[in-house]
Each structure stands twice: as structure tokens, then as C-alpha cells.
């Protein structure tokens, strides 16, 4: 019996992330992640508002 040996260990602390300054293609970058992400809504909305094409029944 080895007493503090068993058991699963602590990973040690990280150090917290810096908050990076973000540069001109960073904005713009995630300006364009937006618009790419309002387009798909969009289409969501689009294709959810329609009827199922495959209406199988019995």
C-alpha cells in the first residue's frame, strides 16, 4: 500500500490564454464566418418552409 501512488493523477494548471489583439484579416475573417452563417439560416428557413419532398406512407 503506497498510499498517495494510486488513484488517477491531477493534470497540472494551464496558464490562461492571452487575449490576443486581432488584426485587420482576423476581422475580417470573422466577418465573413458571419455571412456564411446568416446564408445558411437563410437556406434553413427557406427549405423548412417548404413540404417534404418524400412523403411515404402507407
Known amino acids: 500500500m503506497?498510499?498517495?501512488?494510486g488513484g488517477e493523477k491531477k493534470p497540472l494548471k494551464q496558464p490562461k490564454?492571452?487575449?490576443k489583439?486581432?488584426?485587420k484579416e482576423d476581422m475580417?475573417?470573422?466577418q465573413k464566418q458571419k455571412e456564411e452563417q446568416k446564408k445558411l439560416e437563410e437556406l434553413k428557413a427557406k427549405a423548412t418552409g417548404k413540404s417534404p419532398l418524400?412523403?411515404?406512407?402507407?
Open 54 to 58: 418524400a412523403t411515404g406512407g402507407i
Open 2 to 5: 503506497s498510499g498517495r501512488e
Open 28 to 30: 475580417a475573417f470573422k
Open 21 to 23: 489583439e486581432m488584426d
Open 17 to 19: 490564454k492571452q487575449a
